[in-house]
T-cell receptor
Framework: GQNIDQPTEMTATEGAIVQINCTYQTSGFNGLFWYQQHAGEAPTFLSY??LDGLEEKGRFSSFLSRSKGYSYLLLKELQMKDSASYLC?????????????WGAGTKLIIKP | DVKVTQSSRYLVKRTGEKVFLECVQD?????MFWYRQDPGLGLRLIYFSYDVKMKEKGDIPEGYSVSREKKERFSLILESASTNQTSMYLC??????????????FGAGTRLSVL
């Protein structure tokens, strides 16, 4: 079957660093996405990994290991506005080119 | 700037009513999607469309239908609303070009309550 796992909830302190993990089992693999979703709002795109390694974009970085079926999103210098849910999604190459398989999301709570 | 607009943020309907959820995108995207989002579950795909008048079932199409008469508009229809269709509904679109392929842009969502 196809499955994406990520922690349900995490708590971190303002100014600190947090790592949100995502593991996946899919029939094929053709890219992994991270999205941010504030409560009551639309998910917004954060990052895309298709090759192994680290992609850095400002305070946010995303890592992928295809052999391990594993990714993480790293958030540095946490700000209160980073309190949100973070969604991991995988494009399964065996399905439609446009469909994504979504994790349930990790709710990140930032404390002062 | 990318824009996906859903016609309503909140809707309250009664069991058995026919419900229309509208989504419009202004990016000339070929592909459009309807998801529902429930607590503890990932986004679940209801239907998607890769061209005008074309549609494909997603993972949970039962009780829903869709219409795509124009490229910019994708409608989700609940033929006879039931209480288990109470949910947040999200529309998304994506182009098919280059690395931007599959970056899905979402509307703000419609929170539907069926009483």
């Amino acid at each position: 079957g196809q499955n994406i796992d990520q922690p349900t909830e995490m708590t971190a302190t303002e100014g600190a660093i947090v790592q949100i993990n995502c593991t996946y089992q899919t029939s094929g693999f053709n890219g992994l996405f991270w999205y941010q979703q504030h409560a009551g709002e639309a998910p917004t795109f954060l990052s895309y990994n298709v090759l192994d390694g680290l992609e850095e974009k400002g305070r946010f970085s995303s890592f992928l290991s295809r052999s391990k079926g594993y990714s993480y999103l790293l958030l540095k210098e946490l700000q209160m506005k980073d309190s949100a849910s973070y969604l991991c999604a995988v494009r399964d190459a065996t399905g439609s080119n446009y469909q994504l398989i979504w994790g349930a999301g990790t709710k990140l709570i930032i404390k002062p | 700037d990318v824009k996906v607009t859903q016609s309503s943020r909140y809707l309250v309907k009664r069991t058995g009513e026919k419900v229309f959820l509208e989504c419009v995108q202004d990016m000339d995207h070929e592909n459009m999607f309807w998801y529902r989002q429930d607590p503890g579950l990932g986004l679940r795909l209801i239907y998607f469309s890769y061209d005008v008048k074309m549609k494909e079932k997603g993972d949970i199409p039962e009780g829903y239908s869709v219409s795509r008469e124009k490229k910019e508009r994708f409608s989700l229809i609940l033929e006879s609303a039931s209480t288990n269709q109470t949910s947040m509904y999200l529309c998304a679109s994506t182009s098919g070009e280059g690395r931007a392929k599959n970056i899905q842009y979402f509307g703000a969502g419609t929170r539907l309550s069926v009483l």
